[in-house]
C-alpha cells in the first residue's frame, strides 16, 4: 500500500452552518455528522481506507454569499480553529483556506494570512461569487497573492446563480432538480466553463505562475478539449498559447468522487499523469471505495506513486 494524499476533503463548524443555512438532510448519504468531526471518527474512516493525508477544506459554499460583516470574521475564525485541528494531528491533515470572496481586498489578506502565518496550502473557492467568476477585475488581488505566494486555488463547483437556477433547472421535481444543478450534473459543467474563462480572459498570460486544481476528474474538460482546441484556438488569437498548453501547464485536476476507468483514461490522455491527484470528495464520497478503485487500476508503480501522493506533495508542498 503507498501513502495517500486526498485533497478535496470537506469539514463544517456549527456556526458555518447556521450562518449558512446550510441543510444537508435530502442528500441520502447524511454527511453532515461526519462533516463536524475533525478527529476520531474521521481519523478511524481514513485508517481504515489507508488514506494518510487529508486536505481540508470548508464545505460549499463556504463564507462567499454572506455580508462582509459575517464572511470575513467567520473566514478568520475557520482558518484560525483549522489551524487548531491541524496541530493536534500535524502528520494526516493540512488545509485549504477559505476566503470571504465577497470581499476581494480581504479575501486577498485573509488568503495571506493563512499560507504565511498559519502554513495553510492553498484556498478553496466554489464556483461564482455574487454571480461573478474568478476572471472579474475585482477579483485580481486574490489570483495575484495566489500566484505571489505560489500556491494553488482549488476551483471547486458552486450551486449556479440564481438566474441561471430559474432558467435551467425549474419545472422539474425538487430534489431531482437540486441535484441536477449541482453534483448531478449542473455545476461540474459551470466549473469547466469558469477554467475556460480564465484561459479565454488572459487570466494565465498575467499571472503565469498561477495554479489551479479542478476536480471530479477535470469536470468534463477532457471529454471536450479536443472540441475546444478546435473551436476556441482560432478565434483566441490575443492568448500567448493555444488552449490545451495553458491546460496542461495551469491546471491539475484530481479524482473526487469520479471513480470510473474510461474518464480516468481520457483525462490521463489530456492533462498526463503529473497533473492528476488522488481526492474522495469526503463525507459525499467514501474513502474505501475510492482507495480500492485507485489500488485497482492497472498502473505502473511510478504513475501510481504519482497520482497518489507524489503529485501532491511536489505542488502543496507536503510529505
Given at each position: 500500500?503507498?501513502?495517500?494524499?486526498a485533497l478535496?476533503e470537506?469539514?463544517?463548524?456549527?456556526?458555518?452552518l447556521?450562518?449558512?443555512?446550510l441543510?444537508?438532510?435530502?442528500?441520502p448519504?447524511d454527511p453532515q455528522?461526519?462533516l463536524l468531526?475533525v478527529a476520531?471518527d474521521?481519523?478511524?474512516?481514513m485508517d481504515?481506507?489507508g488514506?494518510?493525508?487529508?486536505?481540508l477544506?470548508?464545505?460549499?459554499p463556504?463564507?462567499q454569499e454572506?455580508?462582509d460583516e459575517?464572511?470575513?470574521p467567520l473566514?478568520?475564525?475557520?482558518?484560525?480553529?483549522?489551524?487548531?485541528d491541524?496541530?493536534?494531528?500535524p502528520?494526516?491533515f493540512?488545509?485549504f483556506a477559505?476566503l470571504?470572496t465577497?470581499n476581494?481586498?480581504?479575501?486577498?489578506?485573509?488568503l495571506?494570512?493563512?499560507v504565511?502565518?498559519?502554513?495553510?496550502?492553498?484556498?478553496l473557492?466554489?464556483g461564482?461569487t455574487?454571480?461573478?467568476?474568478l476572471?472579474?477585475p475585482e477579483?485580481a488581488a486574490?489570483?495575484?497573492?495566489?500566484?505571489?505566494l505560489?500556491?494553488p486555488?482549488?476551483l471547486?463547483?458552486?450551486?449556479?446563480?440564481a438566474?441561471?437556477?430559474?432558467?435551467?433547472?425549474?419545472?422539474v421535481?425538487?430534489?431531482?432538480?437540486?441535484?441536477?444543478a449541482?453534483a448531478g450534473?449542473?455545476?461540474h459543467?459551470?466549473?469547466?466553463?469558469?477554467?475556460?474563462?480564465?484561459?479565454?480572459?488572459?487570466?494565465?498570460d498575467?499571472?503565469p505562475?498561477?495554479k489551479i486544481?479542478l476536480g471530479?476528474?477535470g469536470?468534463?474538460?477532457p471529454?471536450?478539449?479536443q472540441?475546444?482546441e478546435?473551436?476556441?484556438?482560432?478565434l483566441?488569437?490575443d492568448?500567448a498559447?493555444?488552449?490545451?498548453a495553458y491546460l496542461?501547464?495551469?491546471?491539475?485536476?484530481?479524482?473526487?468522487?469520479?471513480?470510473?476507468d474510461?474518464p480516468?483514461?481520457?483525462?490521463?490522455?489530456?492533462?498526463g499523469?503529473?497533473?492528476?491527484?488522488?481526492?474522495?470528495d469526503?463525507p459525499f464520497?467514501d474513502?474505501t471505495?475510492?482507495?480500492r478503485w485507485l489500488?485497482?487500476?492497472?498502473l505502473e508503480?511510478?504513475t501510481r506513486e504519482k497520482i497518489a501522493?507524489a503529485n501532491?506533495?511536489r505542488?502543496?508542498g507536503?510529505g
Amino acid at each position: 500500500m503507498t501513502r495517500i494524499v486526498a485533497l478535496e476533503e470537506h469539514y463544517a463548524t456549527p456556526d458555518l452552518l447556521d450562518a449558512t443555512g446550510l441543510d444537508l438532510s435530502w442528500l441520502p448519504m447524511d454527511p453532515q455528522r461526519r462533516l463536524l468531526d475533525v478527529a476520531e471518527d474521521r481519523l478511524a474512516d481514513m485508517d481504515a481506507a489507508g488514506v494518510d493525508v487529508q486536505v481540508l477544506s470548508a464545505v460549499g459554499p463556504g463564507v462567499q454569499e454572506l455580508p462582509d460583516e459575517v464572511a470575513i470574521p467567520l473566514a478568520r475564525d475557520l482558518n484560525t480553529r483549522l489551524h487548531k485541528d491541524i496541530a493536534a494531528h500535524p502528520d494526516r491533515f493540512a488545509a485549504f483556506a477559505t476566503l470571504p470572496t465577497g470581499n476581494p481586498q480581504a479575501a486577498a489578506a485573509e488568503l495571506d494570512h493563512a499560507v504565511t502565518e498559519l502554513g495553510f496550502v492553498g484556498a478553496l473557492i466554489n464556483g461564482t461569487t455574487r454571480g461573478r467568476f474568478l476572471d472579474h477585475p475585482e477579483h485580481a488581488a486574490v489570483l495575484e497573492t495566489a500566484a505571489r505566494l505560489d500556491v494553488p486555488i482549488y476551483l471547486h463547483p458552486g450551486t449556479p446563480p440564481a438566474p441561471v437556477l430559474a432558467a435551467y433547472y425549474s419545472d422539474v421535481p425538487a430534489l431531482l432538480g437540486r441535484m441536477l444543478a449541482t453534483a448531478g450534473y449542473g455545476w461540474h459543467y459551470e466549473a469547466s466553463l469558469h477554467a475556460l474563462r480564465l484561459i479565454a480572459t488572459g487570466v494565465f498570460d498575467r499571472l503565469p505562475n498561477l495554479k489551479i486544481i479542478l476536480g471530479h476528474l477535470g469536470e468534463g474538460l477532457p471529454f471536450h478539449a479536443q472540441r475546444v482546441e478546435d473551436v476556441i484556438d482560432p478565434l483566441a488569437t490575443d492568448l500567448a498559447k493555444p488552449v490545451r498548453a495553458y491546460l496542461q501547464e495551469n491546471f491539475w485536476i484530481t479524482t473526487s468522487g469520479y471513480y470510473y476507468d474510461g474518464p480516468f483514461a481520457l483525462a490521463r490522455e489530456v492533462f498526463g499523469d503529473d497533473r492528476i491527484l488522488f481526492s474522495v470528495d469526503y463525507p459525499f464520497s467514501d474513502n474505501t471505495v475510492s482507495t480500492r478503485w485507485l489500488n485497482s487500476l492497472d498502473l505502473e508503480p511510478g504513475t501510481r506513486e504519482k497520482i497518489a501522493h507524489a503529485n501532491a506533495d511536489r505542488l502543496l508542498g507536503l510529505g
